[in-house]
């Protein structure tokens, strides 16, 4: 992900042409990232942000499990547009925020950073920095970060971008300055194109 306009550009081309379900991130029901964000126990009100969020259907669950406080911010107007519309009334308990995540410039902390299918779009060491840097200033101490991003033996490449593959130890390294692993479990993702993508999930802990 660049942090110039070519890349708003590009993500808005991607869902301005495409269905929900004809990309290869769409899930129906977030399983995994609703069945690490239960084992927290946060309370209903927590605050929470889902980075990359677009037209995930995390929000839609998070707001039938009652939870109050729900950022979801991504980088294409279109995608969170098209989340809204499909929220319909309910996509005003939501905070929207259209914005590239290595400019995000957070007005508030948050106890949960959920990220699942964005960070691995970041190449360049100086955007992870960025990004690092950012979720270090942003989440509560004690406050918890998920991410979900292509293993070591997930795809080099998606809607036409190069991405970046870790193990559990490569993440734990970019992160360890201020967060402590927790977790982490490989899963096979199956794409809406009957093609299978490994995925890591990692859950910190904010030290």
């Known amino acids: 992900m660049n942090t110039d306009k070519t890349s708003t550009q590009h993500w ?27 084992e927290l126990n946060l309370p209903l009100s927590a605050h929470i942000i889902d980075i990359g969020g677009g037209e995930s259907h995390l ?8 939870y109050t406080n729900i950022s979801v911010l991504d980088i294409s ?3 969170l547009q098209k989340n809204q519309n ?3 009334e309910k ?4 905070n929207w925020i259209a914005t590239d995540i290595t400019e995000f410039i957070p007005r508030q902390k948050y106890d949960l950073w959920h990220d699942r ?5 970041l190449t360049a ?14 989440i509560t101490q004690d406050g918890f970060l998920i991410m979900g991003t292509f293993s070591d033996n997930g795809p080099t490449k998606c809607s036409g971008l190069d991405t970046k593959q870790f193990t559990e130890e490569s993440l ?20 809406p194109f009957n093609t299978i993508q490994n995925f890591l999930f990692c859950t910190f802990q904010r030290k």
């Open 91 to 94: 996509s005003k308990l939501v």
């Open 117 to 121: 299918a964005a960070f691995h779009f």
């Open 125 to 138: 060491e100086e955007n992870v920095k960025k990004y690092v840097s950012i979720a270090e200033r942003t």
């Open 77 to 79: 107007e279109t995608a």
């Open 12 to 38: 808005n081309t991607i869902y301005q042409s495409k269905n929900e379900n004809e990309v290869s991130w769409y899930q129906e029901y977030p399983k995994a990232s609703i069945e690490l964000i239960k």
């Open 86 to 88: 499909r929220l319909g």
């Open 59 to 66: 929000v839609d669950v998070l707001l039938e499990m009652g």
């Open 172 to 191: 734990k390294k970019v992160f360890e300055r201020s967060f402590e692993l927790k977790s982490f479990k490989y899963l096979d993702h199956s794409t």
